[in-house]
């Protein structure tokens, strides 16, 4: 099984940023989009940023302009570049990736990392 580990996250103050990172496993030789999910205490997981292999992005309604999702096909990894955070971006934010291929040849439809919490706070 594929397996995504996400990093980068902590607490941060009103109106700071933050770089979320996640890598994927070294047995995992594509995928055909990666994300970011966010999920807050007590709401549903909602999208947060979707990227295909070849750069397209989707933004989810609450971060447009604030941040950005990029990813590097060379080593798996998707990245989270967060600024003018709000309280309301607390949450624990998970890497997913769809579409993937494993180097055994078995495909997953989705693989998602543990979570990384952010909490944005005074």
């Known amino acids: 099984q594929v397996q995504l580990v996400e990093s980068g996250g902590g607490l941060v103050q009103p109106g700071g940023f933050l770089n979320l990172s996640c890598a994927a496993s070294?047995?995992?030789?594509?995928?055909?989009?990666m994300a970011w999910y966010r999920q807050a205490p007590g709401k549903e997981r909602e999208l947060v940023a979707y990227?295909?292999?070849?750069?397209?992005?989707i933004y989810g309604q609450p971060v447009p302009g604030r941040f950005t999702i990029s990813r590097d096909n060379a080593k798996n990894a998707v990245y989270l570049a967060m600024s003018s955070l709000k309280p309301e971006d607390t949450a624990v934010y998970y890497c997913?990736?769809?579409?993937?291929?494993?180097?055994?040849?078995?495909?997953?439809?989705?693989?998602w990392g543990q979570g990384t919490l952010v909490t944005v706070s005074s």
């Open positions: 990227i295909t292999s070849g750069g397209g992005t």
């Open positions: 997913a990736a769809f579409g993937v291929t494993a180097a055994s040849g078995a495909t997953y439809r989705s693989s």
């Open positions: 070294q047995n995992m030789l594509s995928a055909n989009s």
